[in-house]
């Protein structure tokens, strides 16, 4: 067993790299990092509940996430029209994120609220594509399996693969990036677990084109993330209130995600799309249905 001394944690040393490179060898996949899982797995199996499980959460991606965003660059599937506008969405939105979080979430029991009402969203928008869409597009092998012809505007954004050309709209991602942002400041994911269905079921873009975007977005928004967290925690530091991560045991889970991470998008393009949202929603229902029923038992 080890201790983790600032969040108080108590595990087998081999834990948390363990369950978190499984978990994130299967979200990655969707281009989401697995931190919307961990945040359960640090509040209910490690016992962590403090405020600083937030920030932990954030670092987790900052460590893990680098991995999966190498191979999707590699491997030319990078979008970096989108990828620019949803971090220059995501950053503004963080910051009140962050202050919501420290102000009127502190309850354990009201955040693991918060979380399932997210995630419940999250799966309903992906269960409703995958039982109403009656093709599963299948990779063209005349095709090249990267992205191409990438083009940015005010107005659209813009790029083919495979064949196909994709369209829309930039202020419409830019706003919903700056939702997922607050959204994602607050329960400590980067908001990728967010953001990639909703680019897959309400932009109707393919899952193998918006992974690497949406893992660069929760990259890069974690970091800072990170940042504002450790700031303001020295700010409040006076007050007792512990909102610093835990930076030992974000390394550790960070370890394995970065090893899942790049299993995950090193398999990616060799799986249906539709089986890569079942196994995403799977995994958002079990945290969902747990929380509620912890909420109502209470």
Do not use: C
Not at 207 to 217: F, P
């Amino acid at each position: 067993m080890v201790t983790f001394p600032s969040s108080g944690v108590e595990t087998y040393w081999w834990l948390p790299f363990t369950v978190m490179a499984v978990i994130s060898s299967l979200t990655s996949i969707g281009g989401i990092s697995g931190a919307f899982i961990l945040m359960p797995f640090q509040l209910s199996v490690l016992g962590f509940t403090s405020p600083a499980v937030t920030p932990t959460n954030l670092l987790f991606n900052v460590i893990a996430v680098p991995s999966g965003v190498y191979r999707y660059v590699r491997e030319g599937r990078m979008v970096w029209p989108l990828t620019l506008t949803i971090i220059f969405g995501m950053l503004p939105g963080l910051f009140l994120g962050v202050l919501i979080r420290i102000h009127f979430l502190l309850d354990p029991k009201n955040f693991k609220l918060f979380v399932a009402v997210v995630l419940a969203y999250v799966a309903f928008r992906l269960f409703k594509d995958i039982s109403l869409k009656k093709e599963n597009r299948t990779n063209r092998s005349d095709e090249p399996f990267v992205v191409q012809n990438g083009s940015r505007t005010l107005r659209r954004i813009g790029f083919d693969f495979q064949g196909d050309n994709y369209n829309i709209s930039t202020p419409a991602i830019f706003f919903l990036s700056l939702l997922v942002g607050i959204i994602g400041g607050t329960y400590g994911i980067g908001g990728g677990a967010i953001i990639a269905p909703v680019l897959i079921t309400v932009f109707r873009l393919l899952v193998h084109t918006i992974a690497g975007a949406t893992l660069m977005g929760t990259f890069v928004s974690s970091v800072v993330g990170v940042l504002l967290y450790t700031t303001m925690g020295v700010i409040y530091a006076s007050s007792g209130m512990n909102i610093q991560p835990d930076w030992a045991l974000g390394v550790m889970l960070g370890m394995g995600g970065a090893a899942g991470m790049y299993i995950g998008a090193r398999s990616q393009r060799f799986l249906p799309s539709k089986l890569i949202k079942l196994v995403i929603m799977l995994s958002i229902m079990f945290v969902v249905v747990k929380y509620v029923l912890e909420f109502i038992q209470r």
